[in-house]
Nanobody
């Protein structure tokens, strides 16, 4: 198993930036593809960004492409989400997920993920 702990959320004005971190512990971090998802009040959890276990491949939802960047540091067992040009509609609880895989691919489906963190709140004021 792997345990995931997100951090870095907070309150920011529209146009601002935040960097979320997700620290993993337990098993070998480089065995997992990672992803970020978010859930706004009254809405389903939705895909934001994903990265392969080597970090060589990434994917983004259309709503965050160009503004957000996912990265990982396998030596630090951490995945990051750099969020720039934030908008009020980015307000949500952000979750990181881990997917056990032997493949160098990314996963964008919620049900693909095996483990989840507890989430971190991001609030963007207008």
């Amino acid at each position: 198993q792997v345990q995931l702990v997100e951090s870095g959320g907070g309150l920011v004005q529209a146009g601002g930036s935040l960097r979320l971190s997700c620290a993993a512990s337990g098993r070998t971090f480089s065995d997992y593809a990672m992803g970020w998802f978010r859930q706004a009040p009254g809405k389903e959890r939705e895909f934001v960004a994903a990265i392969s276990k080597s970090g060589g491949r990434t994917d983004y939802s259309d709503s965050v492409k160009v503004r957000f960047t996912i990265s990982r540091d396998n030596a630090k067992n951490t995945v990051y989400l750099q969020m720039n040009s934030l908008k009020p509609e980015d307000t949500a609880v952000y979750y990181c997920g881990a997917k056990t895989t032997e493949y160098l691919t990314v996963y964008t489906r919620l049900k693909s993920y095996d483990y989840w963190g507890q989430g971190t709140q991001v609030t963007v004021s207008s």
